[in-house]
Nanobody
């Protein structure tokens, strides 16, 4: 089992930036794939970005060119750098882990953090 704790959310104006962090414990971090999802009120939890064990990255079309996922296997932490934020990015952001490769399906992730709120004002 992996324990995940997100941080870094907050309120930002449109066009601004935030960096989310997700600290993992309880298992060898370097052996799992990591991902970020987000969920807006009344909507499903959507894939945002993923990173595999080797560092290959995957992005939703809506965030390509604006968001960057990275991982630090020494600090057991995954990051999501978010630039050029717009109000449509407002959501609770969750990090998640699974074996092997990242997946865009939330149901395929057994481990989740508690989430961190990101609010982008216009």
């Amino acid at each position: 089992q992996v324990q995940l704790v997100e941080s870094g959310g907050g309120l930002v104006q449109a066009g601004g930036s935030l960096r989310l962090s997700c600290a993992a414990s309880g298992r060898t971090f370097s052996s799992v794939a990591m991902a970020w999802f987000r969920q807006a009120p009344g909507k499903e939890r959507d894939f945002v970005a993923g990173i595999n064990i080797g560092g290959r990255t995957y992005y939703a079309d809506s965030v390509k060119g604006r968001f960057t996922i990275s991982r630090d296997n020494v600090k057991n932490t995954v990051y999501l750098q978010m630039n050029s934020l717009n109000p449509e990015d407002t959501a609770v952001y969750y990090c998640a882990t699974r074996n092997l490769l990242p997946s865009v399906k939330a149901i395929e992730y057994p481990n989740w953090g508690q989430g961190t709120q990101v609010t982008v004002s216009s």
